[in-house]
């Protein structure tokens, strides 16, 4: 009895973690896109400015590739 109840314990665990590095992809990608999406819009509106843009929309992508990264890890830590 206690075993299969650690098991069902372990179980939910693991559903959970599955379920928040869902999200922090989730999150990630939705953050990504609106980055894209404002560049594209800020680039069609000054195209002398793409450089600097491109700068940034990769500084900023790379920041939300790390949080997401960061959620994920300590989402699959919490099995342990």
Do not use: H, W, Y
């Amino acid at each position: 009895m206690i075993t299969s109840l650690l098991m069902d314990i372990t179980g939910i665990a693991q559903l959970g973690a599955a379920v928040g590095a869902g999200l922090a992809a989730i999150g990630a990608g939705i953050g990504i896109g609106k980055i894209g999406g404002s560049a594209m819009d800020a680039m069609a509106r000054q195209p002398e400015v793409i450089s600097k843009l491109m700068t940034n929309m990769i500084i900023a992508a790379a920041l939300i590739e790390g949080v997401a990264l960061f959620a994920a890890v300590i989402a699959f830590m919490c099995l342990s």
